[in-house]
């Protein structure tokens, strides 16, 4: 499956950044997770760990093979991209 430039675009004025994952000949097109869904993760993946996993990727999902959301293989392979869609940046904490 591919997205044209037009349709990355339009999902990248909407929606921020938006990533391309590539596994083998299966593609899939990601956003950014919303907050409420990395709660809803945490919590789930606290005794399901694949769960959080499967959230993660259906709330970041805009579009690609369906196949890489049912295939064992396809769908941890993608797993293993997932903790990069969330961005960490350097806090400081400063006395005042």
Not at 62 to 86: C, H, R, W, Y
């Amino acid at each position: 499956m591919t997205v044209d430039q037009k349709q990355g675009y339009a999902w990248k004025e909407r929606l921020g950044e938006v990533y391309k994952i590539n596994v083998g000949d299966k593609v899939c097109y990601l956003k950014e997770p919303s907050r409420k869904a990395l709660s809803f993760a945490a919590a789930a993946g606290q005794t399901d760990p694949l769960r959080y996993n499967e959230i993660i990727l259906k709330d970041c999902w805009l579009a690609g093979d369906e196949e890489i959301q049912t295939n064992n293989g396809l769908f941890l392979s993608v797993s293993a991209q997932l903790p990069k869609l969330i961005e960490i940046k350097e806090a400081e904490l400063v006395k005042l």
